[in-house]
């Protein structure tokens, strides 16, 4: 029956009745019929995982009841499978890869019906696909691994956990192969036996089946890992990676294959790079040797193959083959390797190939010839292509077999050019007998051409019969081809040659069309680098030159050294005049290709450049030999030294020409189109540095850094990286040829040069990445790797001074680096000290500048497990060698507080020395590298990461590191690396330090005077009823005080100590590098808390003492105001007694009466003035009574009151001194007489503008006004010791200050007696007390006058007082806010600049023969100047008003809250602004009398006054003039702003320029800029023009100077500071640092001149041409002013 469409949901099947009815109304029988529903087909099939030969399947169930299901697997229409199952999911397996198959599902019913098919289709995956899902590296299939990935620094490379799945094993792999580790083949993933050991449950048992049953128990084959990162990797991670398994002795890929695509690649480029030494039996006598690329080798090649199965391995017999009796190695991975017997995945096809190499040493070799060896992994008949491939390039064949079918077309159907070899197992059957004589017959074999292991042979009897038939075909074959060649078979066969990518094969045209033309070295960079030759390095010297001046002989430095830069711009406009050569365009613009095409270029350049250097030098050291064997040919070995010095070529001249012809151009003017055309160069070497490329640092053959190629190099270079990037650096140090760069390839896997038989010259650096989850341990994105050339070069010794060399190399590379590696020869002692010396010279010179390098010892080629025990002994040693070089290196620098190595840096023995076995572990050629050297190595890396890591100082970025070699290479240039050393991070970070202290004790300083101003109000206000204080004793409340005082300075003395400790430990910021200031700056904060005390003190017992004065006049005044008002009163009564109307003449008349007769009766006992003359000499005498009895005689012999009157001279007695300074007077030159009169001038100075501060302030006198004086006048001698001066000086000194100020103190104190005499203070209210009277008497309403009153005579001169004495701290705060007034670096640079823009003469005349007094002049000018508009000085007053109008309103709310009379309101108000105001006791006791008014209507009127009186005042202080104001003002803003930016006052001792140092107490003094010793008056005592000389060049020649401090002996400037010890005069920034000085000099020379009475100075013809643009750059360059 046929199927109905189903009428039923979720039913299988329905019963249905039908009745017919009769028409007899009966019912016939019924008819039944069954229908069953279709089944729904199972839906949303998906396919949840797919591997090569399996897939899973799962499906949503259908509705209703489904008994089972079944899946049929197709492909291409063919029914593959058929599987049934009772679930909704099912794993097909046993499926092929890379196939598509078809799968269809359908559900089958309980009663046997079955569903419509759902159908999905899905491809299984390629093995190779697979397998690299497995190995985590499909991504990389498309987008190839890059060598920076490869080697970037990540937790893999630096920790040593085991892989615990697929994914981490190629990593584990290239890790160690990049380190030249021979284990990097045994990888696999730790089991979970392994993993889980130290299950913290402390579960042990395991479980066996669980084990083998985990994720990843099967376990990877090496050769499918390494096919895997073959097919992964761009070509020049393929490249590293073959040569690293060269190097470790594996065999590496010759034709590489794909399973997938069934293709295959010959890796000819993979193996370029593979360079090999070896000596045949040719030149065993000789001691000759070939070393060359293995590529371009000609040699035989004889291949191993396998045929079907065979119980021979093949692999490990060929490891026996090649291994000598003395050591055996696996150079091809076989079965009974770790590893080695899991299954082949993907590389089945694989050609392998090693070579053997002879040493020369007949026991030891193998063969005596070179030979290629190829191994084909998998069976022959499956790769046919490569078994053709290597029938064709090779002299014989061997292949492998247990069986053999007497067709076998493979062997018989190929083109052989190779003798085949048939290697037969003894297991073989009798029917492969027969088949193998068959097919022997065929190829024409005889018995000879079949090897056959006998049942009773060992391995070693085989292969011994093995090497006979191989030893024989080495001999007698004429089948030599070069592997360069096979690419020509390649190709023919279908075979891909890796090297025919466009790229490389456009890069390879680039390179071979600039090297074919290199026929003689020498002759080939004259004609195509000529920039670089002779020119670069009389530049080179010009520059050392500049700075060193040691030929300068008697010549005008300055006129010398612009003679020195002419000479400079002519050799650069040589450079320029060549037009740039083929070789050079040809460069350019093929490093100017896309990325890839330009890193093959230069691989194809370094690679034909190291053959061609190699043909040359072979030759060069033939001569050499030959030479080396007659002693007479002294003069022609010294020549064939300088060829083999001048004949190595590399891509570095290229570098280095572009460099040259780059910093050639940047003479020429900016709108020259060649400059333009040139201007991406810098942009071009910045991108190799990105990708990996190393770059020269210094010049090895000119001994030099092109500094500015150098610097925009790197400047582009942090434009590419994010401008944050931090770097740090790795170097190493050491004697040539001791494996400094192979420690470091081995160490980070990178490729300095190593081959060639050249040695690295200069410093070469390159960059690593630092992946994201090192980059926080480390605080850098990039490691940079420094390779130096062999310190104790003997090619070196030969051609210059090398010890200087080393030694600038040495300073250099410490300087630079975070870390320094060290190697060191313990067996050599002479040449071990001779390092010694330079190290630990180079070390000693970064403590002295800051920088605190960390360094480890590497001792190479120690094996001994107990190397480190055993060398106990050698360590002592050493650490003696270091104290004892580090005693000599201080000497030297005389920095001999420096006694041992631990003084100079951090250093352990135990820590700070590596012992590393050998490199190779046997006898090269064919020795692997030793495992131990890697591990050793690896320990190392570990460590060095993990001192960085632990580093406290910050990372630099590029542009930081850029500073610091340009500051270091500048200092080395000098001699006298120490003093001569400036650099710009150091000095911005000592300008942070600066501007942060300043900030700091701004802080303390602002404070300090607020709390003053508040302690001196308390103290106004003491005894009066303005303060709520219990206390009655004045000595009491002054004692309290200074405690007080002494809290509050210990507080902010803490703040600036702890402020300072935390400044140091931020690791930002480069704090580290101004270590060595610390102390000056604790000093400081010492010192400005005791010149704070002292001076607090003094004003606190002043102001008490003044106070205590005052009291007794207050209470005079309050008994007279008393006694007027009660005469007064009777007055009024006696007045209303009349009972009749009185006139106002009349009640004038009855007031005068009165006050007459009270005045006669009064006693007004007349204040007597002190003789404050007197004061003054018992001070003067109390100073100097220590000096002793001669002092206090000279003092009584002239009175104190006839001092002072004349202007101050010093003159010396005696002839002779007499004559002395007339004669010096004449030539202007600065004598002791000179320098003494310029001294008392200055302290003279300062303490007039003393005493002119404490008279404004219109107070008594008091003793310590003059005591500080005296202790101002003991500062600035103490501070200028240098001046050497008598006590006879001192005494007069001190008398003519004393007498002036003695003078003004005692009129002031006559004048403040004046004001505050009872009597007149009574007479001046004379007329206030009538108008009281007369108010009273007529009782009138006083309250709104009495409000006026008390608001005018009370109140506001208590806020003027107020906002005078608060206003001071506000404008300095606001001029601080300005950068000029930042640090004594930027007031320096403002006045500098200020004093160009206005170009006066005078100016700077004054400026420099009268530094202070200009100083104080400008900075008042600069307040005028900020202030004139009295805009924000108005807003300063204007907060000190409305903050004590706030305080007057709240007080007079407070007492109005209070009960009492009118009285105790005015009292209430006065004690509430106690603390703020100081109200006058005798205008309070005046308006208090004769008062009747109302409180509440006070109160009110007072209320409105005071809002009135605040208009008033803004009013006044708006139109008032800020020099008037100032004048006013308690803290002198000019002053305080003078003091806080003069420093020490200290000046050059040769040029008078000031010293810049930071605190008060540092123990150096220096400035930023030095000029030209005609500024100041100097001149040549032949000619009498004025010297042109800058101190700061004199300071590095030879010439001598004279001067008071020498008697007028001559003395070296280079040994000044044994003169001046506690100045540092460094040379200048740069060249051009002291043009500004130059600039003034040449355009005021005239005018100099006449000024001193001189002959205008010869003016250098570089100086002229200075403009003022020029000059500006000069002191921003100097100021480091951004």
């Not at 033309?517 to 020498?522: F, G, M, P, R, V």
């Not at 270079?717 to 931090?726: E, F, G, Y």
């Not at 500048?849 to 040693?877: I, M, T, Y």
């Not at 404070?1007 to 004045?1034: H, L, P, Q």
């Amino acid at each position: 029956m046929a199927e109905s469409e189903p009428t039923m949901e979720n039913s299988d099947s329905a019963d249905k009745e039908e009745f017919n009815d009769v028409p007899n109304g009966n019912q016939s029988k019924a008819t039944s019929l069954s229908v069953t529903t279709e089944p729904s087909p199972p839906v949303q099939i998906s396919v949840d995982e797919i591997s090569s030969e399996s897939l899973s399947l799962s499906w949503d169930t259908p509705a209703g009841g489904v008994k089972s299901y079944i899946v049929t697997c197709c492909s291409e229409g063919e029914i593959v499978q058929v599987l049934a199952t009772d679930t909704n999911r099912l794993t097909v397996s046993n499926l092929m890869p890379g196939v598509c198959y078809s799968l269809q599902v359908s559900a089958q019913l309980p009663n046997g019906g079955i569903s419509k098919l759902a159908v999905t289709s899905v491809r299984t995956k390629a093995h190779l696909e697979m397998l690299l899902k497995d190995l985590g590296l499909e991504q990389h299939y498309k987008e190839k691994l890059s060598l920076s990935t490869v080697l970037q620094i990540d937790k893999k490379t630096i920790t040593d956990e085991p892989a615990r799945c697929y994914s981490d094993l190629p990593w584990y792999f290239l890790k160690k192969l990049m380190m030249v580790n021979v284990t990097a083949r045994n990888v696999k993933c730790a089991s979970v036996c392994e993993s889980d050991f130290d299950d913290p449950a402390g579960n042990t048992e395991s479980d066996d089946d669980d084990s083998s049953d985990s994720q990843y128990s099967d376990d990877m084959n090496p050769l499918d890992i390494i096919t895997a990162l073959f097919l992964c990797s761009d070509g020049f991670v393929q490249q590293e990676m073959s040569l690293k398994m060269s190097m470790c002795q594996f065999s590496v890929p010759l034709l590489l294959p794909n399973c997938d695509t069934k293709q295959c690649t010959l890796m000819l480029w993979a193996m370029r790079d593979i360079v090999k030494k070896y000596r045949p039996q040719s030149l065993s006598e000789s001691k000759g040797f070939v070393e060359e690329r293995i590529v371009l080798s000609e040699l035989p090649m004889i291949s191993f193959v396998r045929l079907g199965e065979c119980s021979l391995s093949k692999s490990e017999i060929l490891n026996k083959l090649l291994s000598n009796s003395q050591q055996y190695h696996d150079t091809f991975v076989h079965h009974n390797m770790e590893c080695g017997d899991s299954p082949k995945k993907i590389s089945n096809g694989l050609a392998e190939i090693t070579w053997y190499l002879p040493c020369g040493t007949k026991n030891m070799d193998v063969f005596s010839e070179p030979v290629a060896i190829a191994n084909l992994h998998g069976d022959i008949a499956l790769f046919e292509t490569q078994f053709s491939f290597l029938c064709q390039t090779s002299a014989a064949v061997f292949v492998f077999f247990d069986n053999l079918d007497s067709e076998c077309e493979i062997l018989t159907n190929q083109n052989h050019k190779a003798q085949i070899f048939l290697v037969v197992n003894h297991q073989s059957t009798p029917s492969s007998k027969d088949a193998r004589k068959k097919v022997a017959a065929k190829l024409g074999l005889d018995k000879s051409n079949i090897l056959l292991k006998a049942k009773n042979m060992n391995d070693a009897d085989f292969v011994k019969d093995l090497r006979k038939k191989v030893s024989q075909v080495i001999e007698n074959s004429k089948m030599k081809m070069r592997i360069e060649q096979m690419a020509d078979i390649a190709h023919e066969l279908g075979i891909w040659v890796d090297e025919y990518s466009s790229e490389c094969q456009y890069a390879k045209k680039n390179a071979d069309a600039i090297t074919a033309e290199i026929h003689d070295i020498l002759q080939y960079k004259e004609d195509q680098l000529p920039l670089q030759g002779q020119i670069w390095k009389e530049l080179t010297r010009l520059e050392k030159e500049e700075f060193r001046l040691r030929n300068v002989g008697s010549q005008d430095i300055e006129e010398y050294k612009s003679d020195l830069q002419v000479q400079k711009t002519k050799l650069r406009e040589k450079q320029n005049s060549y037009d740039m050569s083929n070789a050079m365009t040809c460069f350019i613009n093929a490093i100017s290709s896309p990325g890839i095409e330009r890193c093959y270029f230069l691989k194809w350049m370094r690679m034909n450049l190291d053959n061609v250097s190699r043909v040359k030098l072979s030759g060069l050291r033939e001569q050499y030999k030959e030479k080396c064997k007659n002693s007479e040919n002294k003069e022609e070995i010294k020549d064939i030294d300088r060829q083999l010095s001048n004949s190595s070529l590399g891509t570095e001249h290229f570098f280095r020409e572009m460099g040259q012809i780059y910093e050639a151009s940047l003479c020429l003017p900016e709108t020259d189109l060649s400059r333009q055309q040139l201007q991406h160069l810098p942009k071009l070497c910045a991108e190799l540095l990105l990708d990996g490329f190393p770059v020269e640092l210094v010049d090895g053959d000119a001994s030099n850094i092109p500094l500015r190629w150098v610097s925009d190099v790197l400047s582009q270079l942090n434009d590419l990286v994010s401008p944050k990037s931090k770097i740090l650096v790795v170097t190493v140090l050491g004697v040539q040829s001791t494996g400094k760069s192979t420690l470091l390839n081995t160490m980070f896997g990178v490729q300095f040069a190593v081959s060639s038989g050249r040695c690295t010259r200069g410093a070469f650096m390159l960059l690593i990445r630092i992946d994201e989850d090192v980059r926080k341990e480390l605080n850098c994105d990039f490691m940079v790797i420094i390779d130096t050339e062999g310190l104790k070069s003997p090619e070196l010794a030969q051609l210059d001074n090398s010890h200087e060399h080393d030694n600038e190399l040495a300073t250099l590379v410490v300087g630079l680096s975070d870390i320094t590696i060290i190697n060191i020869a313990m067996e050599n002692s002479t040449e071990m000290k001779d390092i010694l010396q330079i190290v630990v010279h180079a070390f000693l010179r970064m403590k002295e500048v800051g920088k605190k390098p960390k360094c480890q010892f590497v001792h190479q080629n120690v094996s001994d497990v107990s190397a480190h025990e055993k060398n106990l002994r050698d360590r002592k040693l050493l650490l003696e060698q270091l104290n004892e070089m580090t005693q000599a290196a201080a000497k030297m620098e005389k920095k001999e507080e420096n006694k041992s190595f631990a003084d100079v840096m951090e250093y352990s023995p135990d820590t700070g020395n590596w012992y590393i076995p050998g490199l190779w572990n046997g006898n090269p050629p064919m020795a692997p590298v030793n495992a131990g050297y890697s591990e050793a190595v690896y320990e190392l890396k570990k460590n060095i990461i993990q001192i960085l890591g632990s580093c406290a100082s910050s990372a630099n970025n590029i542009s930081e590191f850029t500073e610091w070699m340009k500051s270091l290479w500048t200092a080395v240039k000098h001699e006298n690396f120490i003093f001569s050393f400036r650099n710009s991070l150091v000095a911005d970070a000592y300008m942070r330090l600066c501007t942060e202290y300043n900030k700091w004790e701004w802080e303390f300083k602002k404070n300090m005077y607020r709390w003053v101003t508040n302690a001196e109000t308390r103290i106004s206000n003491f005894g009066t009823f303005a303060v709520k204080s219990e206390m009655s004793d004045m000595r009491k409340r002054l004692t309290q005080l200074k405690s007080e005082a002494s809290t509050e300075l210990s507080k902010w003395e803490t703040k600036i100590l702890e402020n300072l400790a935390q400044y140091f430990k931020q690791t930002e910021g480069h704090v580290y590098l101004v270590e060595a200031f610390r102390e000056d700056f604790v000093n400081s904060a010492k010192n400005l808390r005791r010149e704070m005390q002292s001076s607090v003190f003094n004003q606190l017992t002043a102001a008490a003492d003044i106070r205590q004065g005052m009291a007794e006049l207050d209470r005079i005044k309050e008994n007279h105001t008393n006694e007027l008002e009660g005469r007064v009163r009777t007055l009024i009564d006696k007045c209303r007694e009349k009972k009749c109307e009185m006139t106002g003449e009349e009640l004038d008349e009855e007031f005068d009466r009165m006050w007459e007769e009270m005045v006669k009766e009064l006693h007004f006992s007349k204040q007597k003035p002190r003789n404050i003359i007197a004061m003054v000499q018992h001070d003067l005498r109390d100073n100097l009574v220590h000096k002793g009895s001669h002092a206090c005689q000279l003092l009584s012999q002239k009175s104190l009151k006839d001092c002072g009157v004349e202007p101050f001279t010093y003159t010396v007695e005696g002839r002779l001194e007499q004559f002395k300074h007339t004669l010096y007077s004449f030539f202007n030159i600065e004598d002791h007489v000179k320098a003494v009169q310029k001294l008392s001038d200055s302290i003279i100075m300062t303490c007039k503008q003393l005493v002119t501060e404490k008279i404004e302030r219109k107070n008594n006198y008091h003793d310590t006004y003059i005591q500080a004086i005296l202790h101002t006048i003991d500062e600035k001698l103490q501070n200028n010791q240098e001046v050497k001066i008598k006590i006879e000086f001192e005494v007069s000194l001190k008398q003519h200050i004393c007498g002036f100020a003695a003078r003004e103190f005692q009129k002031m104190h006559e004048d403040f007696i004046q004001v505050n005499d009872p009597y007149r203070c009574l007479n001046r209210n004379k007329e206030k007390f009538r108008a009281d009277f007369k108010d009273v008497f007529h009782e009138r309403d006083q309250c709104q006058k009495k409000a006026e009153e008390f608001t005018e005579r009370c109140l506001r001169p208590a806020v003027e007082d107020f906002v005078n004495r608060s206003l001071g701290p506000d404008i300095i705060g606001e001029m601080l806010t300005s950068k000029q007034f930042s640090t004594r670096m930027d007031l320096q640079y403002s006045i500098l600049l200020d004093l160009l823009s206005k170009r006066d003469f005078e100016n700077y005349q004054s400026y420099i023969l009268s530094y202070e007094e200009y100083v104080k002049k400008w900075i008042l000018k600069q307040i005028v100047e900020r202030f004139s508009n009295g805009s924000t000085t108005f807003e300063f007053e204007d907060q000190h008003i409305k903050s004590t109008i706030n305080s007057i309103h709240d007080a007079i709310n407070k007492a109005k809250g209070k009960s009492g009379d009118f009285k105790i309101f005015v009292q209430g108000i006065c004690q509430e602004l106690g603390d703020k105001l100081v109200i006058s006791p005798g205008a309070l006791y005046a308006f208090m009398i004769l008062n009747n008014a109302d409180k509440e209507q006070f109160a009110h009127w007072l209320t409105e006054c005071v809002t009135d009186m605040a208009e008033g005042l803004r009013e006044k202080f708006e139109k008032t003039d800020i020099q008037i104001k100032l004048n006013k003002l308690h803290v002198k803003p000019q002053s305080e702003l003078f003091t806080r930016l003069i420093g020490c006052g200290k000046q050059c001792p040769f040029c008078k320029a000031p010293c810049e140092a930071g605190g008060k107490d540092h123990t150096e003094h220096w400035t930023s800029l030095h000029r030209p010793k005609g500024l100041g008056g100097y001149r040549w005592t032949s000619s009498t023009e004025l010297a042109t000389d800058i101190c700061s060049s004199l300071v590095t020649s030879d010439i001598h100077f004279r001067c008071s401090e020498t008697n007028y002996e001559r003395h070296p400037y280079k040994q000044y500071r044994e003169i001046f010890p506690d100045w540092s005069i460094a040379p200048d920034v740069s060249l051009q640092a002291s043009d500004y000085w130059k600039y003034v000099m040449a355009k005021f020379n005239t005018k100099f001149a006449e000024a001193y009475d001189a002959k205008p100075a010869d003016i250098p013809a570089s100086w002229k041409a200075i403009t003022s643009k020029q000059a500006e750059a000069s002191i921003k360059e100097s100021f480091r002013i951004q």
